[in-house]
């Protein structure tokens, strides 16, 4: 059994649907009795949207919602094309890019140049740099490869990296 809070945001996980309800009709019982308000609530199920993931316990995969995705790659596309644009525009984008990043956290280091151009550029418009550029057009295609193998053996190893200083 796996619970994974984020905020105001609550999902439970696990190989048995029973048990899986069980526990959450346990948290929201117990969550109403201190005076929290729940909704948005979804039974035990094989396929679930959370917090821009589409999680498919049938396949074992978690992956960006699609129409979601597809907006990013669009953006990351016009910006390979060096637009003139400031460092809040770029920094918008990046979160939104970042949060995808969550299922494959080696992607953070993509984007060094999308960085730096933000934290030079924060509210001065400017073509974006060429760096920056490239680094958009490597987002446009390799976020589209980004997704969690939940059924993969787990590492004894942990890595992390980032590409914001």
Not at 38 to 61: K, M, N, P, R, Y
Not at 130 to 158: F, G, I, Q, T, Y
Request: charged letters at 25%; hydrophobic letters at 40%; proline letters at 3%.
């Amino acid at each position: 059994m796996i619970l994974v809070p984020y905020a105001d945001n609550l999902n439970v996980a696990g190989t048995c649907s029973h048990r899986v309800q069980e526990v959450k009709d346990k948290i929201v019982t117990e969550l109403r009795r201190l005076g929290f308000r729940v909704h948005e609530e979804t039974d035990a199920c094989t396929l679930a949207q959370s917090l821009g993931f589409l999680i498919d316990g049938e396949a074992g995969v978690i992956l960006p919602i699609p129409e979601r995705l597809d907006r990013i790659l669009n953006a990351f596309e016009w910006l390979s094309h060096r637009p003139v644009v400031n460092g809040r525009q770029v920094e918008r984008l990046l979160g939104h890019a970042m949060h995808i990043c969550l299922l494959r956290r080696e992607l953070f280091s993509l984007c060094r140049s999308l960085y730096g151009f933000l934290f030079a550029s924060s509210f001065k418009r400017q073509k974006l740099w060429p760096s920056a550029a490239r680094e958009a057009r490597w987002c446009s295609h390799v976020l589209k490869l980004c997704s969690v193998d939940m059924r993969r053996n787990w590492s004894s190893s942990a890595t992390a990296s980032d590409a914001s200083l």
